[in-house]
């Protein structure tokens, strides 16, 4: 289960028992999205989940929460003064679009809409990393 106050932003997973803080929130949304993926293909679901937090700078994460470990492991990539969200891509992967917020009535009720494709989560060499998606001038 995961759980996100409305006031705070903050979130956390409760999974078997134990409780992990998703991300950071100060200064922004805290969680914005979650998918479910297996991009390390061990035979069980990662939780990844896009999340912003600023004072003054306003910025967008994504990482994900690793059952067989049980660890929140960040990738290393971050949007700049917009939100991100994940979603499941055609070809069952994982991307990333710039976030929009068609209607918002609190931290938590919200809708969001991918706006632009910014990148492809992938696992290569054993660690997650994001493949930016060429821009088109």
Not at 3 to 26: I, Q, R, T
Not at 32 to 60: C, I, P, V, W
Not at 75 to 84: G, P, S
């Amino acid at each position: 289960s995961v759980f996100k106050y409305d006031k705070s932003c903050a979130s956390f997973l409760v999974y078997e028992g134990e409780v992990y803080p998703l991300g950071e929130w100060f200064g922004g949304y805290g969680v914005a999205s979650m998918a479910l993926a297996d991009l390390n293909k061990d035979g069980m679901q990662e939780l990844y989940f896009t999340y912003s937090f600023g004072s003054g700078l306003h910025r967008s994460h994504v990482a994900c929460f690793d059952p067989a470990i049980k660890h929140v492991v960040p990738v290393d990539y971050m949007h700049i003064n917009k939100d991100m969200i994940v979603s499941v891509s055609e070809t069952g992967g994982l991307s990333l679009y710039e976030a929009a917020f068609p209607s918002m009535d609190s931290f938590v009720e919200y809708t969001m809409e991918g706006a632009g494709h910014l990148a492809d989560i992938v696992y290569e060499d054993g660690r997650l990393s994001v493949r930016p998606v060429k821009q088109e001038q």
